[in-house]
């Protein structure tokens, strides 16, 4: 197995861990990765590695695309749960995510009203407004935080720009709990330093900022596809069940997915 990079606009749908069956909407090219983030678990590779030459697909060609899919779906009597922005990097990062979500929903309301609309992000593009607006508007808004340890963040997830965990932080507070936290836990030794942000130095000060948050829901996993850093190791469900326990445990829902 390898690093994959997805179709673009439209691909599967598949079967989420997480979100059931899954039609995903990628808004980077189909022939490389565009991400504000560099992460050494990332599916796609690094972005180095991943260079795209062709653009990513205009608003009318992923309007179109998604239409003619969610039909055929409609017509060969297939069901759906949810439609997720993901594929070869940051979705947010799309110059007219907006109309976007906008659009899908449309959509969505018009084949599948059931399904969900769902976005994953890494929240490092969630102070732009229009940002901001359009992941009020989805049914899940999946934000990234791995850790409030900025020295971990450098070193797994590597910001490709400015990145504060303070105003992460805030800005995800100032969805009012319309937000899921996404968290990935994992080991490794990098550099010949252990990396695993399982252990108390870093579980203590992540729940104290999901307690400021309030999220409607935790989503913590481990790895579970081919990352580009071999040295990666999945964490075991005792482990990842113990830190789900302890969110529960302050009263907010949380779910593992190994």
């Known amino acids: 197995m390898s690093t994959v990079i997805y179709p673009s606009p439209i691909f599967g749908p598949i079967h989420s861990r997480r979100l059931g069956i899954s039609l995903g909407v990628n808004l980077m090219p189909n022939d490389g990765k565009v991400c504000t983030f560099d992460c050494l678990y990332c599916e796609c590779g690094f972005n180095k590695d991943r260079r795209p030459s062709h653009p990513r697909p205009a ?66 593009l969630i102070d732009r407004p229009k940002v901001f607006e359009a992941l009020k508007m989805v049914d899940n808004n999946i934000l990234k935080l791995d850790t409030v340890n900025l020295d971990y963040i450098k070193t797994v997830n590597r910001p490709l720009l400015h990145y504060s965990l303070e105003e992460i932080i805030n800005n995800m507070e100032r969805f009012n709990g319309h937000v899921i936290i996404q968290t990935m836990f994992m080991k490794a030794y990098i550099n010949g330093f252990l990396v695993d942000n399982t252990n108390e130095k870093y579980v203590g000060p992540w729940l104290e900022a999901i307690r400021k948050i309030r999220p409607q829901q935790v989503m913590a996993y ?37």
């Open 222 to 258: 481990t790895i579970d596809r081919e990352t580009p850093d071999k040295s990666l190791e999945k964490v075991s469900p005792t482990e990842l069940n113990n830190i789900v326990q302890r969110v529960q445990d302050i009263g907010i829902k949380a779910t593992a997915s190994y």
């Open 59 to 124: 608003r009318k060609e992923v309007f179109a695309s998604l239409k003619a899919q969610l039909q055929r779906m409609l017509d060969e009597n297939k069901s759906l749960d949810v439609i997720t922005f993901a594929g070869n990097g940051e979705p947010t990062a799309h110059p007219d995510f907006y109309d976007i979500v906008k659009d899908t929903i449309d959509l969505r309301n018009h084949y599948f009203p059931k399904a969900k609309v769902s976005v994953l992000s890494n929240a490092t």
